[in-house]
């Protein structure tokens, strides 16, 4: 299996060569899924004792498999968050493989940790965080959160009147799904701030009011949303922070989606205050055009998550050893093992300079606001709300959920586009309405008017 021979270097020409062709292509194909019952009676069985060779493996997954999928960096794919990793950081993806370094500490990884931090400087710059500040990658928005909210309860749990509080964390109720399952990894509970819109000050703190003695003691931490997945909507962040401050809360943003448009001009007057968390949520590989999977938590203390994170084991003892001191990634997320998933957003920032990311972020902003204009001059179709970020929300006049469960299955069915519908809160209850999120610069007006074109 690891010798090197003439059927390695035929398999290896085939993978470059299909890399080459599809990191050119500028409008993949919008694949779509198929049932498992068909896409095994077109493959067959794959794992057998003796192997189907590489030529054969790799034949079935360009001409069969990779079809049933969707490229996230497809120009009309604006459903969910997609992503549109510059070219750039899609070959370095594959040098960052094909160099097999181990990202936990710096005796194995120092060249390409170094890496790493150059890039996570950029982030922590951009946050405005204090000096000292600093983070890690991570494999998303998820485990980045996860990583953050034990560093917080650890510290709750330093008091002795703590140890053993089951810990409740805050936050609103249009915030990521990951809280909630996150607080399930770490037995806590989650306390809603219901809200329509932004979760502002005001309504922290009459939550907090509201609890009874016990609950309220075992709060340890809020977290806020620095752009929410479904409409792009940022809380207040500096309101907050004072309250979590008067209160002793730990403030956490999850900026996972969002944290990309503090490289934006227009908008960063909206995350004032994020600077003053004590943690924040970003990934790379939502608006900052890094591959999967990428997301970064950085803390204005560092040292809290190595006391909170950092492993034992004999196994480990050299890590500490004066001959191997260096800047440890492992101590600072949930990971020991991990590959270096900062090292492609660092090569195309390096590439292409911090202009150019603002560029692009910008972009992004400006096709929510063309596409809210296009469906504001529709006598069709209505906005929800202003565009934020982003994300653009809006309906079709006289729709029912079906009908938008109909549209996006029959524009994918066919080719044209990814768009997905979504859940708005109105006074009656819960309403379907159609979504846009733009992240890939290369969408235009005119994907946009197809699409809509579609609702008349």
């Not at 003691?217 to 962040?237: H, P, S, W």
């Not at 309101?239 to 403030?251: E, P, R, S, T």
């Not at 270096?340 to 292409?352: C, E, N, Q």
């Amino acid at each position: 299996m690891h010798n090197v021979d003439i059927e390695l270097v035929e398999m290896t020409l085939d993978v470059m060569k299909y890399a080459i062709n599809r990191i050119t292509n500028q409008s993949p194909e919008l694949g779509s899924p198929r049932k498992e019952e068909e896409l095994k009676e077109r493959v067959g069985e794959t794992i057998t004792p003796l192997g189907i060779g590489g030529e054969k493996a790799f034949r079935l997954f360009r001409d069969v498999l990779i079809k049933a999928t969707v490229p996230i960096d497809h120009p009309r794919h604006l459903a969910f968050v997609p992503a549109a990793p510059t070219r750039a950081a899609v070959m370095f993806d594959l040098v960052t493989s094909a160099s097999s370094i181990h990202g936990a500490y710096w005796m194995e990884g120092a060249g390409g940790i170094f890496c790493e931090n150059e890039a996570m400087r950029w982030l922590v710059k951009l946050t405005g965080m204090p000096e000292g500040a600093f983070g890690v990658f991570t494999s998303g928005g998820t485990a980045a959160n996860l990583s953050a909210m034990v560093t917080a309860r650890e510290y709750f749990r330093k008091k002795k009147e703590n140890q053993n509080k089951k810990g409740c964390i805050i936050t609103s109720a249009g915030a990521h799904s990951s809280i909630k399952a996150m607080a399930k990894v770490i037995d806590a509970d989650v306390l809603l701030v219901e809200t329509d819109d932004l979760m502002t000050a005001e309504a922290l703190e009459e939550k907090i009011s509201s609890l009874d003695k016990n609950t309220a003691e075992r709060v340890f931490a809020v977290v806020a949303t620095g752009g929410t997945t479904n409409a792009g909507i940022v809380d207040d962040l500096d309101g907050i922070a004072n309250i979590c401050k008067d209160h002793n809360l730990w403030f956490h943003v999850d900026a996972a989606y969002g944290g990309g448009a503090l490289a934006a001009d227009s908008v960063r007057h909206l995350f004032n205050g994020i600077e003053k968390a004590d943690s924040i949520t970003i990934d790379p590989h939502k608006w900052l055009f890094s591959p999967y999977d990428c997301g970064a938590i950085i803390y204005k203390e560092p040292e809290l998550a190595r006391t909170a994170h950092s492993q034992e084991g004999s196994y480990l003892d050299i890590i500490k050893d004066p001959g191997a001191q260096g800047f440890n990634p492992a101590n600072y997320q949930i990971q020991l093992t991990r590959r270096l998933r900062g090292l492609p957003l660092w090569y195309s920032i390096a590439t292409h300079g911090t202009d150019k990311y603002k560029w692009a972020v910008e972009r992004g902003i400006a096709l929510a606001v063309l596409a809210g204009e296009l469906i504001s001059a529709s006598p069709d179709l209505e906005l929800i709300r202003p565009p934020s970020l982003s994300c653009v929300l809006f309906r079709r006049k006289g729709w029912t959920p079906d009908d938008y469960t109909n549209w996006t299955y029959k524009n994918h069915r066919e080719g044209l586009a990814l768009v997905t519908p979504s859940k708005w809160k109105t006074k009656e209850g819960f309403e379907t309405v159609a979504r846009f999120c733009f992240i890939n610069p290369d969408t235009t007006e005119e994907d946009i008017q197809v699409i809509l074109d579609t609702m008349k």
